[in-house]
């Protein structure tokens, strides 16, 4: 895959407010929607989406950064070169720089998540696991087939890190092993972003906690349970009141613009956000109007805003401030 920070066109350091914001931007431009049939397009939009998804996502990100790549094969088969030069998971880290094969188990943590202590051997530990979903599946529910690493003590050493007089060659010194599984969960409909849904894991072994990332749409954005968009209009459906169709996660509504609607103003359809997962009801979706102004500019046109100029009983900027002081 290309450089998902060479695709977005942000900084390493860049926050994950700055990633947000860039991809939302680069969405709506290249967005298949508003470049239909254009074949080039459609493959920066795909590109802008991969790499979001792998930037938006803490663990993608960190194992991207290290690896440079987020497929599990190819960071395992990395770490697992790294491991044979002594070097340890990163190259160029010196293991005998540890202090020891005990301190192994921290740093091979910071991989894998916190061990805490060694089970006994073929015991395992509490299991966690990421999804990212679209913002349509977010919103109705999905069923997902999500990849589950447990952590399990290493049965060659019984998870003491040591065979013999030296390091276990099995686990490489960590006393674990990590087993990964394909769990199929379902996500209740109006799960966020951030959320953690708990799932029963294969043969009634122990709990999964799912931690949710969902990806932004273009037009709807989600705050709470409520929905927001703006929704452009004509100068005239703003002066005279029109009945405009409003795009909802529930499909399209129709609804009345009054007469003298002011750019921004914004409106409300009740009961058309997102459904609570601890109340069953459901947010609010609110459209933001924006006129739009023609960008055809003729002799008739200059005439009509002539007259329409007059309209404007006083200076519309009339009592903004000038300065700070």
Known sequence: MRDPYEVLGVARS???????????????????????????????FKEIQAAYAVLSDDTKRRQYD?????????????????????TGPFPGFDVRGLGGVGDLGSLFGDLFGSFGGRPGPGATVAAEAQVELGFSQAVHGATVVVP????VACAECSGTARTGSG???????????????????????????????????????????VSVRVRPDP?????????????????????????????????????????????GQRFRLRGKGVRNLR?????????????????????AG????????????????????????
């Open 279 to 299: 109340t069953g009801t459901h947010g609010d979706h609110y459209y933001a109007v924006h006129v739009a102004v023609p960008r055809v500019v003729s002799p």
């Open 219 to 263: 037009y709807f954005e989600r705050k709470g349970d409520d929905i927001h968009t703006v929704v452009p209009v004509t100068f005239a459906e703003a002066y005279l009141g029109a009945e405009v169709e409003i795009g909802t996660i529930h499909g399209p509504v129709r609804a009345k613009i009054p007469a003298g609607t002011q750019s």
């Open 14 to 44: 860049a926050s994950k407010d700055e990633i947000k914001k860039t991809y939302r931007k680069l969405a709506r431009k290249f967005h298949p929607d508003v470049n239909p049939g254009n074949a080039d397009a459609e493959r920066r």
């Open 148 to 151: 589950v690493r447990r952590e």
């Open 302 to 325: 200059r005439d009509a805003a002539r007259r329409v100029a007059e309209l404007y009983g006083v200076d519309p900027r009339a009592g903004l401030p000038r300065s700070l002081e």
């Open 167 to 209: 390091p276990c060659r099995r686990c490489g010194g960590t006393g674990m092993l990590v087993q990964t599984e394909r769990l199929r969960v379902r996500l209740p409909a109006g799960v966020g972003d951030g959320d953690r849904v708990r799932a029963a894991g294969k043969g009634g072994d122990g709990e999964v906690s």
């Open 66 to 86: 290290d690896f440079g790549t987020v497929d599990e094969a190819e960071v395992a088969a990395r770490h697992a070169r790294s491991r044979r030069r002594g």
